[in-house]
């Protein structure tokens, strides 16, 4: 069949490293796929494999795609000519690989593995730090000691690794969307400059890689989802245009919806016009996203511009130890018998290290779950009869943490009536892992495949030292209010929403239920009116961002999570709750519209 009228299935077994050990064989027994495609790696992840590879040098991989995926289902991938592509290789691909051989000789298969190297840039951080690299938020310098230092790699070394006949190709750090894209782009002759396609095929793997979030996962109208322990895993059909369909396996649950593909574009994005990738930079304001059909949704539009002459580097550093804590509190009263339990932890401790000469804890943070503590003013626990409170404390030295562990199953005798604990025994210290970020060059990280017993170099296009900014979009039309009452409705009776990390950065996808009220949405939701509802979470700056061809909005705000990541102190350091809060918010709306909503 001719590249152009020929259509790829490709399914999402994974949106992470810790997903279930359902989507695989899920995919390969009902997914008609022809191939399959794994993503684990988060900035957290990679913090995690830096420390398990600091403990045992042959790990620094994601253990589950080995000893769960593919022992599952490596004799039926064979059988059916699915080939896979996973990031799986995390710090250690090499490691992954290996692993992954044995596995197979075991059962009397030899598929050909490709790995994929050169993300790893330790070698290189003594002449960066020479040249005064620094954090590209933060702005400090990089540390003397890093656990880890990896690029962001594109899909062109997967492409080529599939063209040399690979069976199964394993990656270490590149973005999450480079597993479809790589796939894409073999099977369809994709070139480095076919920015348009590059955008698509990126945006089919961005839709994918979190897995069930584009099945029904995670969607604002969740009651409206079917059988969730069944929820199917998703399956897109691209074709070579750019064009893409998504589904998911027959007789799975979940559904397929415009809305939940819609809200899962907007996740972790932060401009729309300018998503940059190391294969194209993209623009995804103008995607077309239509309900095709019973569980299939279909995808076009999106557009791309030359990528930038640089890689992002995500790299790890020893930052400490932490340890948290947790009681339950029940009664009357509970939050604020919590409140002054967590405090007194932190103070007892306190003392403690001051009559031992030990330094004072670096940081410290007591929240109260089931008090609405993520809610802030907003907060509507006021009467709250059970609660967890939960104590986290940061400190230099582990054995001031150990004191900590040890002082907070006192508070089960000494202080609050109701006082309980669901059992759990005493909290462990844990290395504090911090994540940062810089920029590299492309032209100086070079690329290699190996197969078999064969490496070669792969060549990346340099790239543009200067990315072009995307041209202007025109706002909603204005939103003028007709006369009569106003009224106050909650947000989420008028929009779809999700939110993600990237970071220390978080972002809130909007997404009108209804066209017409895109202009009234525009003009209730702006920076301003957002940035005061999430204040007491949000200490930078409020954008806001238009996608006219989904009829949403993206807000993109900066210092929003205590750090981001393994660093943050929150119950919610991902941000995944912040569509929720941001959907109570009320919005003033005409009363007529509010009748029409009962």
């Not at 990280?445 to 072009?468: H, I, N, S, T, Y």
């Not at 909650?490 to 220390?504: C, E, F, N």
Request: proline share 8%; net charge negative.
């Amino acid at each position: 069949m001719d590249r152009q009228e020929r259509t790829v299935r490709i399914g999402g077994a994974s949106g992470f490293w810790g997903d279930s050990m359902v989507g695989a064989p899920q995919l390969v027994e009902h997914g008609r796929l022809d191939y399959l495609v794994f993503d684990y790696l988060a900035e957290t992840t990679m913090a995690l494999l830096a420390g398990a590879r600091a403990k045992r040098p042959e790990l620094g991989y994601a253990t589950d795609f080995v000893d769960i995926a593919m022992k599952t289902v490596l004799p039926e991938v064979m059988r059916r000519g699915i080939k896979v592509v996973a990031n799986a290789g995390g710090i250690h691909p090499e490691g992954c690989a290996q692993a992954l051989r044995a596995l197979a000789g075991s059962m009397g298969l030899a598929p050909r593995i490709a790995v994929v190297l050169g993300d790893d840039v330790s070698a290189q951080l003594p002449a960066l730090r020479e040249a005064g690299t620094r954090d590209m938020f933060s702005g400090e310098p990089l540390p003397e000691r890093l656990l880890s230092a990896n690029a962001y790699l594109g899909a062109l070394p997967v492409a080529r690794a599939l063209a040399a006949g690979a069976d199964i190709v394993i990656t270490g750090r590149g973005v999450d969307s480079a597993v479809t894209l790589g796939v894409l782009m073999h099977e369809f002759g994709w070139q480095p400059g076919d920015h348009d396609l590059l955008a698509a095929g990126s945006l089919a793997g961005h839709i994918i890689e979190c897995g069930c979030q584009a099945t029904g996962g995670l969607f604002t109208d969740w009651q409206d989802i079917p059988d969730w322990p069944g929820i199917g895993y998703p399956v897109i059909e691209c074709r070579a245009d750019g064009r893409f369909v998504v589904t998911k396996p027959e007789g799975s649950g979940g559904r397929v919806l415009r809305a939940a593909v819609a809200e899962q574009l907007l996740y972790e994005i932060g401009d729309p016009g300018a998503y940059l990738l190391p294969d194209v930079c993209c623009d995804f304001r103008h995607v077309r996203i239509e309900q095709a059909g019973q569980d299939r949704v279909e995808v076009s539009g999106a557009r791309g511009r030359a990528p930038s002459a640089q890689y992002k580097v995500t790299a790890t550093a020893m930052d400490g130890w932490r340890c948290a804590g947790s009681m339950v509190i029940v009664g009357i009263d509970a939050a604020a018998k919590a409140r002054r339990t967590g405090d007194a932890i932190v103070e007892r401790v306190r003392r403690i290290l001051r009559a031992q000469g030990l330094p004072d804890f670096r940081a410290t943070a007591v929240e109260l779950l089931g008090a609405e503590t993520l809610y802030g003013p907003h907060a509507r626990a006021g009467a709250a009869r059970e609660v967890m409170v939960r104590v986290v404390a940061d400190h230099a030295l582990k054995p001031a943490l150990e004191i900590f562990a040890r002082e907070v199953a006192p508070a089960g005798t000494s202080w609050s009536p109701g006082t309980t604990s669901p059992g759990g025994g005493r909290p462990s210290p844990s290395p504090l892992i911090r994540p940062l970020a810089f920029l590299l060059d492309k032209a100086a990280l070079p690329v290699r495949v190996r197969l078999d017993d064969q490496e070669f170099e792969v060549p990346v296009p340099a790239g543009d030292r200067a990315v072009a900014a995307p041209a202007p979009v025109a706002p909603p039309p204005p939103w003028t209010d007709p006369p009569g009452a106003q009224v106050e409705v909650p947000l989420v009776r008028l929009a779809w929403a999700r939110s993600g990390d990237k970071g220390d950065i978080a972002n809130i996808g909007i997404i009108a239920r209804r066209p017409e009220w895109v202009p009234l949405l525009w003009d209730r939701l702006h920076p301003q009116s957002v940035g005061a509802w999430l204040d007491h979470l949000v200490r930078g700056p409020v954008e806001r961002h238009p996608l006219p061809g989904i009829g949403a909005m993206n807000f993109v705000l900066h210092g929003a999570l205590d750090g981001g990541g393994p660093v943050s102190r929150r119950m919610d350091p991902l941000g995944k709750g912040m569509a929720q809060i941001l959907l109570d918010m009320p919005v003033r709306v005409p009363q007529a519209l509010a009748d029409a909503l009962g």
